[in-house]
């Protein structure tokens, strides 16, 4: 057995949690009508029709990424940013019950495919439409964060306090993670730090503890608050789906996540 096997079972196990949170999602969507459609989302310029258009564009570019993998032919996740941004506007513009069959299909082909993934292939470096590389053992992982919190942007009744425990488990801790890198200078070592500009807004520093998990951890290296709340209720507030309305603590501005 390879040193890889338990992230492969782990990647492998989250395909069903992946089809899940699908089916929650679009049995929500079904409830909708047409006018629900131009409604704002909780992302900025983009209504609930946006939204929908984007996740199942988003399932399509992950099938891209899954065919790199298998077939080791470099497959940008997008052809380019203008057609991803264009697919998601003319996407908009379709009324419910296409929608509903374009989302349905897009995330039954992701699926298909990631369960017909050759156990060999799974390692694969892939790199995602912002140039990072990542095994392709990551991809289920952000489809789940795809489906979850869009499902909440969406805003029609589901909130991070539903989200699964197990994706809250994880997503925080890599939402803190990332802050963290970017409010840490990273210095080479016996390198003096460079003087900083005082126009510069610094990157917060703070400390977040969660209420019913007991998680707690420290962004930056110099804390001057601390925030707390339950864990949902703080991932919510770390990657801006909620105004931390429901957390304690002097809450500092954040950066835009991702």
């Known amino acids: 057995m390879t040193s890889d096997a338990p992230e492969l079972s782990e990647h492998l196990s989250l395909l069903g949690t992946v089809d899940t949170a699908t089916a929650r999602l679009l049995g929500a969507v079904e409830k909708l009508t047409d006018d629900d459609l131009p409604g704002p989302s909780l992302c900025a310029g983009w209504t609930r029709a946006h939204v929908l258009a984007h996740l199942a564009r988003n399932a399509d570019s992950l099938v891209n990424l899954l065919l790199w993998a298998r077939t080791g032919i470099e497959t940008p996740q997008y052809a380019s940013q203008f057609l991803r941004d264009s697919d998601i506007e003319m996407g908009a513009r379709r009324p419910l019950a296409e929608q509903i069959d374009d989302l349905r299909a897009a995330s039954d082909r992701w699926l298909a495919l990631a369960r017909a993934m050759p156990a ?10 912002t140039g990072k590389e990542l095994p392709a053992t990551a991809i289920p992982w952000l489809r789940l964060r795809e489906a979850e919190i869009h499902h909440v942007d969406l805003d029609i009744g589901y909130r991070p306090a539903d989200w699964p425990e197990e994706f809250v488990a994880r997503l925080l801790p890599e939402v803190v993670h990332g802050l963290d890198r970017a409010a840490t200078p990273s210095l080479p070592p016996g390198a003096k730090p460079m003087t900083s500009d005082p126009s510069e ?3 917060p520093s703070f400390t977040v503890t969660t209420t019913d998990t007991g998680y707690t951890a420290t962004i930056g290296t110099s804390p001057t608050t601390e925030v707390t709340g339950p864990a949902a209720a703080v991932a919510a507030w ?14 500092p501005a954040l950066p835009d996540w991702l």
């Not at 801006?240 to 304690?248: K, N, Q």
């Open 238 to 251: 770390l990657i801006g789906r909620s105004d931390g309305a429901d957390l304690t603590g002097d809450l």
């Open 201 to 203: 807004p610094k990157p």
């Open 120 to 129: 060999d292939r799974w390692p694969t470096p892939v790199r995602t439409r």
